[in-house]
């Protein structure tokens, strides 16, 4: 059965999610670790978890739990990556869907934009979502999860990773 994990600490479409996974009886697991509180929907088909606070809790609690029918929502590219590595789908708050075929390329730009911040030549953080990416999310999360339950092949994503 699919299930949508949510990495949820920093998560900007949560009712998005809540609405796709209501309107197609799925189940969502909302992962944080209670830095942040986070109010529960109310819905009988989402189940909060706080997981312990450290660097690498919420993903570690999720990793270890995705499966191949199911969807995880994260910003998080090693997060993703190990999702991947599990057999499930993925796909970032911004609808980009993270497959097998982008998501090297990804780590490898995380790591770069990493050193850029570490030495001081870049700053700032990534941009505010847009209505744009707030309706890709939906199409991609929507996607993903009818093809997850059809057990259906993954696809590469339309969207580059350097796509906004």
């Not at 670790?33 to 450290?54: C, D, F, Q």
């Not at 097998?100 to 790591?111: E, F, H, T």
Request: net charge positive; hydrophobic share 40%.
């Amino acid at each position: 059965m699919t299930e949508i994990y949510v990495d949820a600490d920093a998560c900007p479409v949560r009712e998005e999610i809540y609405r796709v996974a209501t309107r197609l009886g799925v189940k969502v697991h909302v992962v944080s670790n209670g830095s942040r509180p986070i109010r529960a929907p109310g819905l009988p088909n989402v189940t909060m978890v706080v997981v312990a606070s450290g660097p690498d809790a919420a993903d570690d609690w999720i990793a270890e739990r995705v499966g191949p029918a199911d969807v995880c929502a994260t910003a998080d590219i090693p997060l993703a990556s190990r999702c991947l590595a599990r057999g499930a789908r993925a796909v970032a708050f911004n609808g980009r869907e993270w497959t097998q075929d982008n998501i090297g390329s990804a780590l490898a730009g995380r790591a770069l934009n990493q050193h850029l911040r570490e030495t001081g030549l870049m700053t700032g953080g990534p941009a505010a979502l847009t209505a744009r990416d707030r309706t890709a999310f939906l199409e991609a999360l929507d996607r993903l999860v009818q093809a997850a339950r059809r057990g259906g092949p993954r696809r590469v994503s339309l969207r580059s990773p350097e796509a906004g």
